[in-house]
Each structure stands twice: as C-alpha cells, then as structure tokens.
C-alpha cells in the first residue's frame, strides 16, 4: 500500500494520521526542533519515482540489516519503516558527519550522495510500520515498583521504634517524618561509619544499600509530616524566648531552610534533650552545635525542647518523582499521542524495538549521543524509568504518516 502524497512545509500541511486520530493533532502540536534544514525538508516532496529508486538503494545498501520492509529481526538494530521522513534525512546526514559515533551506520552512509539519502528515506518512510511488541519482555517489564513504594516497604523495619510513617511515639526515638533527604542519609551514613555513635543504629542501617536508603528518604520527605506523639513537658512561652539563637541555622518555627541542618519542628522532646546533652558532653561530635548546646543549662533545654515539638513540621522541598505514565505524557508533546510523532523532524517512538529503545536511551543521558532536547529529558531518569518507558513505547501500536496538502492552513486550536 502507498500512502504518499505530495507535501509541502509543515506550517501549511495537515497531517493526518493513517491510524484515524484527528488532524488536527498535527497542526496543535508545537515543539522548537531547530536541526532540520531546507535539505532535510526535500524528502517530503518525493514522487513516486524517487520512493522506486530509493528501493533500489535498499536493496543493495541497508536490507541485509534493516530487511528491506525496515522491519529488523535484530538485535540492536532499530525499525525504520514509517518512521518520519524528515527524521530519517537528518540522521543519514549525522551519521555522515560521524555524529553518532556508530561505525558500520557511519561507514554505510559515508559515500552516499544527498540525492540517495534523500530517496532512501523517502522509501523508508513510506513503509508500513512494525506491530507492536506484545508479551514477552516488553509486557514483563514495569513490574518494577517506584522509589516512594520501595522505600515504604523498606521503611516497615524502622516503625517500631520510629512510629508509623516516621513520627515518633516513644520518647526518646526522633521523627524522621519532614526530614530533608540529605541530613537522612548524612545521618545514616554517620552511624555506618561510626562518626555518629550509636551501637544499635549502627548494627540496624549496615546492612542499607544506597537505593535503600535513597528511597526511604524521599518516603519519609513526601509523607504528611505531623508533630511526635509523646510528651513534652517544659515551658513553651521559655523555650520560644531561648530559641532566638537558634533560628539563625534551625529556621523560624523549627523548619529549617538548609538541607543539612536537621528541622526541629515537632521533634520528639526526650530525644532533643538527649541530643543537647550529647553535644554538651561530645558523645556526640559536632563542631557547630557543641557550642550552642554547652551555653545552655538543662531547665532551659527541657523548654526548648518543649516549644520546637509543638511546632507544626513541614514536607521538606523534594519533588515527588513521576511515574513511568506521566513521563511519557511529557515525551509524548514531542514524539506523538502514545509516540506517534506528528511532526517529520520528530522520531516516531511507537512499536520501535525494545533493545533499541533502552539502549538509545542510555546513549543520551551519558551524552554519548548528542540532542540538546534528549540531554535535557533524559537527566532525570534512572534505570528503572528507562526500562519502563521503552517497554512503553514499545508496545504502542504505531501509525503511519500520510500528509496532505491543504488549500488553506487550518487556524491552529488552543
Ligand atoms: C551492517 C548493518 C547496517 C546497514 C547495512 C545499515 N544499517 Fe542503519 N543501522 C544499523 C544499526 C546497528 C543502527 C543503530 C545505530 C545506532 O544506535 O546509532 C542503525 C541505525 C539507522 C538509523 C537511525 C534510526 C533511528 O531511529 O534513529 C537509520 C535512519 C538507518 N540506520 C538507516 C539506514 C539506511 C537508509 C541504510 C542503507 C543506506 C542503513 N541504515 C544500512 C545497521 C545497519
Ligand atoms: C530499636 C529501635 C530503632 C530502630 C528499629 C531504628 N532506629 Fe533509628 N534511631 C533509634 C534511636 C534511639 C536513634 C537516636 C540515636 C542517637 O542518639 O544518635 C535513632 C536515630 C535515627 C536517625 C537520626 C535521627 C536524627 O534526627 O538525627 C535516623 C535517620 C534513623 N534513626 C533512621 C532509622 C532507619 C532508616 C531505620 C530502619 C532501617 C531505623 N532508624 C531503625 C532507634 C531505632
Ligand atoms: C550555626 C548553626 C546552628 C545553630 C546556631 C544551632 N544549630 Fe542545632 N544543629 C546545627 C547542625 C548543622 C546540626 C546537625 C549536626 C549533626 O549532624 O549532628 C544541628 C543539630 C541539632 C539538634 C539535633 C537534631 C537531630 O535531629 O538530631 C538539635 C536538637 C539542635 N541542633 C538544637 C539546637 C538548638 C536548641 C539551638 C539553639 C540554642 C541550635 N541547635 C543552634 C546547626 C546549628
Ligand atoms: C522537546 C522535545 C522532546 C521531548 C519532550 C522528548 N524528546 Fe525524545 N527526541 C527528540 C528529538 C528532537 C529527537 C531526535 C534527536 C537526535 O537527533 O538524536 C529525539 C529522539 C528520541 C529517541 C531516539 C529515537 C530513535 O529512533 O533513535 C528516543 C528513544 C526518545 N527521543 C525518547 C524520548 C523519551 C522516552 C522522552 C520522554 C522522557 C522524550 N524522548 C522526550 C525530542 C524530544
């Protein structure tokens, strides 16, 4: 089946999709991707003739990786049939250039004239595209359970004696609840090496991985902080008085500002007076707090203690990680409603291979291959966020593009 139509530049087209989505998605989406040149642009007037001699090409040059339907059957080897045309010359023309490092693409395409790459393309695009992945890995993989859930589970282990969900109702066990990821970890990390002493602590966190313990901060940063549920015995109206010293680092309230300075905002008392006291006496060793904690007697430090633990404790500023879903609604303004790129410069992303997917992926956020756009997207994911998304996209059904000229550019919809 030939789907192609004459084109013109993207401003004046509407594209419509082949699967039935409405055609106006194609003028609604706006992105900035400012690579493609006039150059690039020439494949999407290709005729009929061009799209026959771009097979040739194919035949001799790409079909015993790519198949001559673009549809691989290897590994690491990405589908390019249907992919968009105006994509396809831009990547032909970086692989020229050597900008993605590939070898046998870069050798492939090195001698190859602009009119070659230009049809080539053009019948590529042209192609049905591959069927999505179906079971198997793709289906296999998102399984994974996200950082706040990981961290919960872990978190079960430390209730006990930190309360559920991190506020304190024994005295003498702290909050952890409206901790800054940071101090939680310096903290930890203090007793693991033995800077903080505390023998049963020690023995308790040993064992914590960083993944560990990186999710169960970001647990107790995002759970509703509320105030410990033990008593708290002292002189408020005192306590608020002496506290003057201490807003400076500690912040108004008890909610500190600095990430590694712990907040004392509805603190368990018992435990802050325990902590005064291993200051004062360098149990526990801590140039900046031995002198504020050596100044004070112990009537003033049971009020203290008993104003910060009426304040209301706040969430530290951590950003709740997003889920593989509302990632790909961010990916999807680029690429296309469920990676179905509606733009020719914009890589379709739908029933690509997996393999490909994951290690492409990899490629920008090591910034081995170079996109000002894809540097920026990838930073913020992690392995597991990489896997999901291209088990994601991989099993989208994936359309083709036909593009139709129009007499007269629709007004674009808001
Ligand atoms: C020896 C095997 C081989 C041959 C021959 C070959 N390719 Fe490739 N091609 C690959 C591999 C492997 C990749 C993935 C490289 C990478 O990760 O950058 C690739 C990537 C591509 C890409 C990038 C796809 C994307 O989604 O970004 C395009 C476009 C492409 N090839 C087109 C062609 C064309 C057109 C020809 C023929 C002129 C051709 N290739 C010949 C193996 C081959
Ligand atoms: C058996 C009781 C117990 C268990 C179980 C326990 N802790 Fe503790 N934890 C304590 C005590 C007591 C302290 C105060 C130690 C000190 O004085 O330094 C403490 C201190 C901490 C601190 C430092 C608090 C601060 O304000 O500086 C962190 C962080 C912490 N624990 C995390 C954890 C985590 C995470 C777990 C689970 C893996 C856990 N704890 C399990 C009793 C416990
Ligand atoms: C110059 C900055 C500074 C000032 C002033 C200061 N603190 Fe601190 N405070 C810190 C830092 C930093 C820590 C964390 C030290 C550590 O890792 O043990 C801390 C820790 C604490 C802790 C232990 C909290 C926990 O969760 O383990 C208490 C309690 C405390 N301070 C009370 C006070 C009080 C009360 C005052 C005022 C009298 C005060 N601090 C003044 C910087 C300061
Ligand atoms: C601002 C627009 C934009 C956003 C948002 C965006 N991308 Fe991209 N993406 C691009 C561009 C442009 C390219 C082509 C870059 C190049 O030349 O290497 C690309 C390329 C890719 C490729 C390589 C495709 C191929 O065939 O080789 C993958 C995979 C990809 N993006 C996945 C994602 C994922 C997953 C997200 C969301 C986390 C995302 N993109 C968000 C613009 C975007």
């Known amino acids: 089946m030939k789907r192609r139509v004459q084109i013109v530049f993207l401003a004046q087209v509407c594209i419509a999709l082949?699967?039935?989505?409405?055609?106006?998605?194609?003028?609604?989406?706006t992105i900035n991707l400012g690579a493609a040149n006039n150059a690039d642009f020439k494949v999407l007037h290709a005729t009929a003739q061009d799209v026959a001699e771009g097979r040739q090409v194919a035949e001799t040059?790409?079909?015993?990786?790519?198949?001559?339907?673009?549809?691989?059957?290897?590994?690491?080897?990405?589908?390019?049939a249907g992919q968009r045309a105006v994509y396809l010359h831009l990547e032909m023309k970086v692989y020229q250039a050597g900008g993605r490092g590939h070898k046998v693409m870069t050798n492939t395409v090195k001698y190859m004239n602009d009119d070659a790459?230009?049809?080539?393309?053009?019948?590529?695009?042209?192609?049905?595209?591959?069927?999505?992945?179906?079971?198997?890995?793709?289906?296999?993989?998102?399984?994974?359970?996200?950082?706040?859930?990981?961290?919960?589970?872990?978190?079960?282990?430390?209730?006990?004696?930190h309360g559920e969900a991190g506020i304190s109702s024994t005295p003498g066990m702290p909050s952890l609840i409206g901790m800054d990821p940071k101090y939680f970890i310096a903290a930890i990390n203090a007793y693991k090496g033995?800077?903080?002493?505390?023998?049963?602590?020690?023995?308790?966190?040993?064992?914590?991985?960083?993944?560990?313990?990186?999710?169960?901060?970001?647990?107790?940063?995002?759970?509703?902080?509320?105030?410990?549920?033990?008593?708290?015995?002292?002189?408020?109206?005192?306590?608020?008085?002496?506290?003057?010293?201490?807003?400076?680092?500690?912040?108004?309230?008890?909610?500190?500002?600095?990430?590694?300075?712990?907040?004392?905002a509805g603190q368990d008392a018992q435990y802050f007076i325990d902590a005064m006291r291993a200051y004062k006496d360098g149990a526990r060793n801590d140039a900046t707090m031995k002198g504020p904690a050596s100044s004070i007697d112990d009537a003033t430090v049971k009020n203290l203690a008993a104003y910060y633990a009426g304040q209301a404790p706040q969430a530290p500023k951590v950003a709740k990680p997003l889920t593989v879903a509302e990632w790909a609604e961010r990916c999807d303004r680029c690429h296309g409603v469920n990676g179905n790129s509606n733009d020719p410069r914009a890589p379709a992303l739908a029933a690509q291979r997996l393999d490909y997917l994951e290690r492409v992926l990899r490629a920008y956020k090591k910034g081995e291959r170079k996109s000002k756009e894809m540097a920026v997207m990838s930073e913020g994911l992690d392995d597991?966020?990489?896997?999901?998304?291209?088990?994601?996209?991989?099993?989208?059904?994936?359309?083709?593009?036909?593009?139709?000229?129009?007499?007269?550019?629709?007004?674009?919809?808001?």
């Open 18 to 29: 082949a699967g039935g989505l409405p055609a106006t998605q194609g003028v609604a989406q």
């Open 194 to 264: 033995g800077q903080r002493k505390h023998d049963m602590m020690k023995t308790l966190v040993s064992g914590l991985s960083e993944a560990e313990l990186n999710n169960m901060a970001l647990y107790y940063a995002l759970e509703t902080p509320g105030k410990a549920k033990t008593p708290a015995p002292g002189n408020v109206a005192a306590g608020k008085t002496a506290a003057a010293g201490c807003v400076g680092c500690h912040g108004e309230g008890g909610v500190s500002g600095n990430p590694t300075t712990p907040s004392l």
């Open 61 to 80: 040059m790409c079909a015993r990786c790519h198949g001559l339907t673009g549809i691989s059957k290897e590994k690491g080897v990405p589908h390019i």
């Open 384 to 414: 597991a966020l990489i896997d999901g998304l291209a088990a994601h996209y991989a099993r989208q059904k994936a359309r083709g593009l036909a593009y139709l000229v129009l007499p007269q550019p629709p007004a674009p919809k808001k």
């Open 117 to 161: 790459i230009m049809k080539v393309s053009a019948y590529y695009a042209s192609l049905e595209p591959a069927e999505p992945t179906s079971g198997g890995s793709a289906k296999a993989a998102p399984a994974k359970p996200n950082a706040i859930s990981a961290g919960k589970a872990a978190a079960t282990a430390c209730g006990g004696c």
